[in-house]
């Protein structure tokens, strides 16, 4: 059973257009949850991590949310560029430690276009 | 620098044929793991590796085995590789903090 539901599954939005990514799971118990942005072909690269019961992070123009209690997160893109074309990938652990499991969504795939 | 290799970056190989990944990390990072990314899923996890030898299967093991004789170095075997073993396979690293998991660029293996 999918423990990490991403929406939606596909976005086109124009460039300059904000966009709003989310992610509902049930993981239990929710460590930290990871956003990662995956060019086509390309590996995972980490954009933000979330820690706190109720957490909001900042990291240029992404910006993110996550609300333990309601078990959901969500990716804010603003001002949006043709290189931010890409699949983003929500991740949560269950564990602080090297020994936690990560579960992962599988991914929005967001395509800008000009 | 911190990153994860993969080597090699694209195979393929023959079904019935034996197929090697390999994964190396320079952050002396205690954890590694192997999974494999499908259209439409999410990451599965093949197999997490604790440390040297102490390694402990996955959500989908079947098929696969791994070695981790050194710390920063983990290999993904295939014995007799399947079709359906037609994926991309990610190497990952991880420290014990949620700051320091780190990724590598994949392999895309195809069996013919």
Not at chain 1, 38 to 60: A, E, F, M, R, Y
Not at chain 2, 68 to 93: G, M, P, W
Request: hydrophobic share 30%; with cysteine.
């Amino acid at each position: 059973k999918t423990q990490v539901e991403q929406s939606p599954q596909s976005l086109v939005v124009r460039q300059g257009e904000n966009c709003v990514l989310q992610c509902n799971y049930s993981v239990t118990p929710d460590n930290h949850l990871r956003w990662f942005k995956q060019d086509t072909g390309k590996g995972l690269v980490s954009l933000t991590v979330l820690v706190d019961q109720k957490d909001k992070t900042s990291n240029g123009r992404y910006s993110a949310t996550l609300d333990k209690d309601a078990k959901h997160s969500t990716l804010h893109i603003t001002a949006t560029l043709l290189d931010d074309t890409a699949t983003y990938i929500c991740v949560v652990a269950d564990r602080g430690s090297a020994l936690g499991r990560l579960h992962f969504g599988a991914g929005t795939q967001l395509i800008v276009i000009p | 620098d911190m990153k994860v290799t993969q080597m090699p970056r694209y195979l393929i190989k023959r079904m019935g044929e034996n197929v090697l990944l390999e994964c190396g990390q320079d952050m002396s990072h205690e954890t590694m793991y192997w999974y494999r990314q499908d259209p439409g899923l999410g990451l599965q996890l093949i197999y997490i590796s604790y440390d040297v030898d102490s390694n402990s299967e996955g959500d989908i093991p079947k098929g696969y085995r791994v070695s981790r004789k050194k710390r920063e170095h983990f290999s993904l075997i295939l014995d007799s590789a399947k079709t359906n073993q037609t994926s991309v396979y990610f190497c990952a690293s991880r420290d014990r903090g949620p700051e320091r998991l780190f990724f590598g660029h994949g392999t895309k293996l195809s069996v013919l």
